[in-house]
């Protein structure tokens, strides 16, 4: 069974610029989520999805901001990017919506 | 506030001797509860978990222990192989959609 699919693996983007995350969740799990790590924040929930619905968001300002399709994968995007942002960002996902497995994360890099 | 914190960040443990992992939460609510073990720049990979209704599960060389009443679970590495040195998160997990995350316990075993 695959894992978690995280695209793209890095990223270098510009202050003021947008980016757009991408997801693939283990076949068959309807949850997926999204994590921003930091060195200095730890591991931070933004959101999570089920069946295309935003269920839960984290403490995060609105630049940042997801999507679920119909098959379950899921994007997230973050518009007018500051330098703050660079982090990496890690999807989950869960079928019992205990345990979740991540992903390899993106590595974004704000410049 | 920080509802899940692991206390001690870093932990040196000789190659065959036992590791333990702290950590204590705030939130009552928290029903579930999770440890993961992490490489930099990837993913958390899930290592073991337990419901807040056992006080004990044991997966190989990996114990989790809940104390319920003083709010405190800890991972127990017996015995412990440098391939073990990682950075170790708790988790929990409050019934919701989502994992609040303590700062993680970087664990070294030396040869």
């Known amino acids: 069974k695959a894992g978690v699919t995280q695209t793209p693996r890095y990223l270098i983007k510009t202050r003021g610029q947008q980016v757009t995350l991408s997801c693939s969740p283990i076949?068959?799990?309807?949850?997926v989520s999204w994590y921003q790590q930091t060195p200095g924040q730890g591991l931070q929930f933004l959101f999570e999805?089920?069946?295309?619905?935003?269920?839960n968001k984290g403490n995060f300002p609105g630049r940042f901001s997801g999507r679920q399709f119909s098959n379950s994968r899921s994007e997230m995007n973050v518009s007018t990017l500051e330098l703050g942002d660079s982090a990496l960002y890690l999807c989950?996902?869960?079928?019992?919506?205990?345990?979740?497995?991540f992903g390899s994360g993106t590595r974004l890099t704000v410049v | 506030d920080q509802q899940v914190k692991q206390n001690s960040p870093s932990l040196s443990v000789q190659e065959g001797r036992i590791s333990i992992l702290n950590c204590d939460y705030t939130?009552?609510?928290?029903?579930?509860f999770l440890w993961y073990k992490k490489y930099p720049a990837e993913g958390p990979t899930f290592l073991i978990s337990?419901?807040?209704?056992?006080d004990k599960n044991e997966d190989g060389r990996f114990t989790v222990f809940l104390n319920k009443s003083a709010k405190h679970l800890s991972l127990h590495i017996v015995p412990s192989q440098p391939g073990d040195s990682a950075v170790y998160f708790c988790?929990?997990?409050?019934?919701?959609?989502?994992?609040?995350f303590g700062g993680g316990t970087r664990l070294m075993v030396k040869p």
């Open positions: 989950a996902s869960s079928q019992d919506y205990k345990i979740y497995t």
């Open positions: 076949s068959g799990h309807r949850s």
């Open positions: 999805y089920f069946s295309e619905t935003q269920r």
């Open positions: 939130n009552s609510m928290f029903d579930y």
């Open positions: 337990i419901s807040s209704i056992k």
């Open positions: 988790a929990a997990n409050n019934a919701g959609n989502m994992l609040t």
